[in-house]
């Protein structure tokens, strides 16, 4: 007898607006463990029952600069550490298993750091089972009398199921228990004490509205991805002590409805919540745990338990299973028990501990991976590829993210000090989780069959308390009397029997003639209806073709407005499409006008930095040439003054040449005599002021003097140590003077005025002593400056050596030996002229003195 394969249902493709269109967020849930110690550092409050609160440790913040932070986190639900596991099997689990009653995929999983109690929420203790176990229980409550017989079901390798008829099953069922060391059946055994204290639920639970006209079974499968790869715990292989054969790695793969698979994975079929739990116990001993620093039963791998439903509705008759595959649902629940991150400075972990944390921590890092780029994809309307192949865990599961179940998670978290910094990540994580949404999962179809059918052929109803019509018939009946003869003589026993049965013959014709008059009747009864159910079909046809010739319009009609429509969609795609084009435009021109504003302002804004700088420059380069105009205009005035006094001098001089009267020629006056007096004459009044003072052996002469502007002035008076000591009446004297040989900066800082002393030789082989006057200003750079503003000259002269004589006499030579009178009114003028003009220092020249070197 050929066998009928069911396959796992895809979501089938629906229109807009349809239930597939609805999508709720990842339910993240939060349950804080218990510290192992009443006065052990806490990290972790519990706000209300939506939002904890994270602080910094004491001792965190001294090593980050005694830096306080508090941060909250919101969950849909939070556990406190006296939550019990019922509480949170009924928020949580419940309605995942209800699910799956009804046909919907699910998924659950635990995740937090090593120690935070995952392993405990998912598998329980001994007293106080876990979610798994509770899920169980209330699957086999739920279905319990509903159970197909096993074998009927049958898992195959393409992530589908084979069903047989109960024929086939029953051989099925014998041939297994002809096999050597066939497997008891669990419930003809008792339950391993090992694990009995947890399975033992004192609450009932049952799922509502169960479909009570199909049959179910149960298949669990039980793996773990250790250090990426898959292997199965529910494997027997032959045990060979000589040479052990390791464990083979499973391989993923995808059915023809793009569901991801276990290909090769083992799936058993169980009929109760003890077999079931003692597949999972079998298989839970083969998982790969260690002893860490901080775990002393830290899991090594992440497990994932499948519980697979398979539901198939009862045929019209309510016997048998439909043998229509279209009709078959397959729905799984997925509890996965993700193993702990961890950091190898805290667990110490090395040789293969230390690669199987880096496992952990890569598979768990891509799955925060996947959740963020979902996240980013839903939205910001990004369409990012989602990394689900860079880790196994991630690429088993990849279908319920892309809308194919409800998906929830358990964060666990220990709430003590040392574990900080590994809950912060930990919270970081789930609040990026319940951002991401996940396609609401479609309902089961509806089979079309009438309901009620297991009941509706059985003998007794469901309740069992109506009798039957045939019972009441029966019961009408006089009694038989007693039909055992003892006696061969006996004479009465027979002719009270045939009396009896003759009776019941009279009754039962009377019965048949009863009935023949009522079935009579009744036929009568039938015709009349016939007749008026024909009546009134031939009114209905009549009024149906009616509606058929208003139909046909209708749909005409219809037909007209669908090509209607069709043009206008067809004109509105057009017109979207110009729009696109039109937007499109709008855009790149919006973009090179604010392109071309951008250039405009940055051309504004050199600009008016440019003139800013231009405007800079013309004013410091104004400043500039009006400071040197006025330099030079006072340096000009200055020459001119000189050069006017000179003449004022020449002038006067000449004029007392000529207005004196020639009484008698005069002696030419000798070099001893010049020394010993002096002709006494008429000074002009110097422009600059002279620092000169005469001899004291010297006769007074009557000058004018002018007093300095810079009298109060401290001076520097610089004599080179080459200069010669003149022995002239006048002597150059400043008062209050700081006398050095060679300029320096400390002297300079100290005055305002500066004086150098400078020698040299004259034409006529005299020494020429200038003194050259400058101001002392103080320079931006730290040092001084020296602006000459004057110059004083002290000549010596020979009156012999000087003079001119007339070109066209020539005067005899004198017998007492001095030379001839003076005759030429030039040469006396030029005598009596003691300072010239014309010098090479002018006022505009400056000396800057070098600032000293400072010592390092």
Not at 443 to 464: E, F, H, S
Request: charged share 30%; net charge positive.
């Amino acid at each position: 007898m050929k066998s009928a394969r069911a396959k796992t249902p895809r979501k089938p493709t629906v229109k807009k607006g349809s239930q597939t269109n609805l999508k709720d967020p990842v339910g993240v849930y939060c349950r804080v463990r218990p510290l192992g110690f009443p006065d052990q550092e806490c990290c972790i409050e519990v706000i209300n029952n939506t939002t904890v609160q994270l602080h910094t440790p004491e001792g965190y913040r001294l090593n980050r600069n005694g830096d306080y932070k508090e941060t909250q986190y919101s969950f849909k639900q939070v556990f406190g550490t006296h939550t019990t596991q019922k509480e949170l099997f009924d928020v949580v689990a419940n309605p995942l298993v209800n699910d799956l009653i009804h046909g919907k995929n699910g998924l659950l999983f635990t995740y937090g750091v090593t120690g935070s109690g995952k392993t405990h929420t998912m598998t329980g203790s001994p007293g106080e089972g876990g979610l798994l176990p509770r899920c169980l229980d209330m699957i086999f409550n739920s279905i319990g009398s509903f159970q197909a017989k096993r074998y009927v079901f049958k898992s195959n390798d393409r992530n589908s199921m084979d069903i047989q008829c109960e024929v086939d099953a029953l051989l099925e069922r014998q041939k297994r228990e002809a096999m050597p060391n066939p497997k008891t059946s669990s419930s003809k055994r008792q339950v391993d004490p090992e694990f009995a204290d947890m399975i033992t639920v004192q609450e009932f639970c049952k799922a509502e509205e169960v479909d009570e006209d199909s049959v179910y079974g149960v298949f669990v499968s039980y793996i773990e991805i250790y250090n990426n790869y898959i292997y199965d715990l529910l494997e027997e292989v032959p045990f060979d002590p000589i040479k052990p054969k390791p464990p083979q790695s499973k391989l993923l793969r995808e059915d023809k409805n793009h569901n991801m698979y276990v290909a090769g994975c083992t799936e058993v079929e169980v009929k109760s919540t003890e077999e079931a739990f003692e597949v999972f116990w079998r298989g839970q001993k083969k998982r790969r745990i260690a002893n860490t620093h901080l775990n002393r039963e830290s899991s090594r791998s992440h497990s994932v338990f499948n519980i697979k439903l398979v539901q198939a509705p009862l045929d019209a008759d309510g016997d048998n299973v439909l043998q229509e595959k279209e009709q078959i649902t397959i729905s799984q629940l997925s509890l996965v028990d993700l193993a702990g991150s961890e950091r190898t400075n805290r667990t110490r972990a090395e040789g293969n501990r230390l690669r199987e944390a880096g496992n952990i921590n890569q598979s768990l890092m891509t799955l925060r991976t996947c959740m963020d780029v979902l996240r980013e994809n839903q939205m910001y309307g990004t369409n990012k590829m989602v990394p689900y192949r860079d880790s196994k865990l991630t690429h088993l599961f990849k279908n319920y993210f892309d809308g194919e179940g409800k998906v929830r998670m358990i964060v666990c978290v220990n709430p003590k000090a040392e574990d900080y910094e590994e809950n912060l990540q930990v919270m970081r994580f789930a609040e990026v989780t319940q951002e991401v949404e996940v396609a609401r999962p479609v309902d089961k179809a509806i089979c079309g069959l009438t309901p009620g059918r297991r009941y509706r052929n059985q003998p007794r109803g469901p309740v069992g308390n109506e009798p039957l019509v045939t019972d009441v018939v029966l019961q009408s009946f006089p009694p038989l009397p007693s039909c055992e003869i003892l006696d061969i003589n006996d004479e009465q026993t027979l002719p009270r029997l045939i009396e009896a049965l003759e009776k019941r013959h009279n009754l039962r014709q009377m019965m048949i003639d009863e009935f023949n008059k009522q079935s009579n009747a009744f036929k009568a009864l039938l015709q009349e209806f016939d007749n008026a159910v024909l009546s009134k079909e031939n009114h209905m046809q009549g009024k149906l073709n009616e509606k058929e010739k208003m139909i046909s319009g209708q749909k005409l009609e219809i037909e007209r407005l669908e090509k209607k429509n069709k043009t206008l969609e067809y004109k509105i795609e057009i017109l979207e499409k110009t729009t696109t084009i039109y937007e499109e435009d709008k855009r790149n021109l919006q973009q090179e006008l604010e392109t071309q504003n951008q250039k405009l302002q940055r051309q504004f804004s050199d600009k008016r930095r440019l003139e800013a700088r231009l405007q800079g420059m013309v004013t410091e380069t104004t400043m500039k040439w009006e400071k040197e105009c006025e330099r030079r205009v006072a340096a000009k005035q200055l020459e001119m003054q000189n050069k006017l006094w000179v003449k004022d001098e020449k002038l006067k001089q000449l004029k007392a040449i000529v207005t004196e009267p020639k009484t008698e020629k005069p002696e030419r006056p000798s070099r001893e005599r010049d020394r010993e007096k002096v002709t006494q004459r008429s000074v002009s009044p110097s422009p600059v002021p002279l620092l000169f003072q005469p001899d004291q052996n010297a006769p007074p002469i009557r000058l004018r003097h002018r007093r300095s502007r810079s009298a109060g002035d401290r001076w520097v008076d610089h004599k080179p140590a080459s200069n010669m000591q003149t022995e002239t009446v006048m002597q150059p004297h400043v008062p209050h003077a700081i006398t050095v040989s060679v300029a320096n900066e400390k002297a300079l800082a100290k005055c305002e005025k500066y004086m150098l002393t400078h020698q040299e030789l004259a034409s006529d082989g005299e020494i020429e002593t200038k003194l050259i006057k400058g101001d002392i200003y103080k320079t931006r750079g730290g040092g001084q400056s020296v602006q000459f503003t004057d110059i004083e000259t002290l000549k010596q002269e020979s009156p012999n050596g000087s003079r001119k004589r007339r070109s066209s006499t020539v005067a005899p030579a004198q017998p007492d030996g001095a030379e001839s009178e003076w005759t030429d009114v030039e040469t006396r003028c030029s005598v009596a002229v003691e300072m010239r003009a014309g010098s090479q220092l002018g006022p505009g020249y400056q000396h800057h003195a070098q600032p000293k070197r400072k010592k390092p």
